[in-house]
């Protein structure tokens, strides 16, 4: 069946460092990726996709390559700030007419100052 | 622009009371729906979802319920909470264009069941 396996965390950070957060799948046919953002107490928001293998999705800094050979849509970030500290979540569509998403458990990224 | 809201925002219930969260999405028709729960430190877990006024797909066995009575109007109830029953709810709604079904995500009811 179709999963998402995400790296354990919690990971905490100073400002300014290199942050990696990685993420494989399982999945049958070509899916979509995602990676979404969960600032505290709020909603998930999307933060970046991808729609097919070698596909890089990009936002706010945030960048993931959709890896085919590896199955994985790793995140990372050149430099975190402090508003950057959230829950993030790494996802895949499971199409066929559904239209589920099936999410990792997320990753809790602090970001000290 | 679309746009997605919950309520109530918070909300303290004794066990055995009923439970009815809402859900409306403007600015888009026909959207598929979702309601996920995310207990305390754990990840997402999809309850319910919907791809039409009165349909409903139920993801896991409990004692909660769903209802779609029109096309833009999510309800989760259920007619006597359970402890586990608290977590954080989000209602999220399908956009995107045929290639990915990215979903979109309201601020979420935050329920204590005391």
């Known amino acids: 069946g179709n999963s998402v396996t995400q790296m354990e965390g919690p990971v905490t950070l100073s400002e300014e460092a290199f942050l990696t957060i990685n993420c494989t799948y399982t999945?049958?046919?070509?899916?979509?990726l995602f990676w979404y953002v969960q600032y505290p107490g709020e909603g998930l928001q999307l933060l970046l996709k991808a729609t097919k293998a070698d596909d890089k999705g990009s936002n706010k800094g945030f960048e993931a390559t959709y890896r085919k050979e590896t199955t994985s849509f790793h995140l990372e970030k050149g430099s975190v700030q402090v508003s950057d500290s959230a829950v993030y979540f790494c996802?895949?569509?499971?199409?066929?007419?559904?239209?589920?998403?099936?999410f990792g458990k997320g990753t809790k990224l602090t970001v000290n100052p | 622009s679309q746009t997605i809201h919950q309520w109530p925002a918070t909300l303290v219930q004794p066990v055995g009371s009923p439970l009815s969260l809402e859900c409306t999405v403007e600015g888009t028709s026909n959207p598929n729906l979702y309601w996920y729960r995310q207990a305390a430190g754990r990840g997402l877990q999809l309850l319910f979802y919907?791809?039409?006024?009165?349909?409903i797909s139920s993801e896991v066995p409990q004692n909660l319920s769903a209802s779609r009575p029109q096309d833009r109007q999510f309800i989760l109830s259920s007619k006597k909470l359970l402890l586990s029953d608290s977590g954080f709810y989000l209602c999220a709604w399908t956009g995107g264009d045929r290639n990915s079904y990215e979903q979109y995500f309201g601020p979420g009811t935050r329920l204590t069941v005391t």
């Open positions: 999945a049958t046919g070509y899916p979509s």
């Open positions: 996802a895949l569509d499971t199409q066929g007419g559904s239209e589920k998403l099936v």
């Open positions: 919907s791809v039409g006024i009165g349909q």
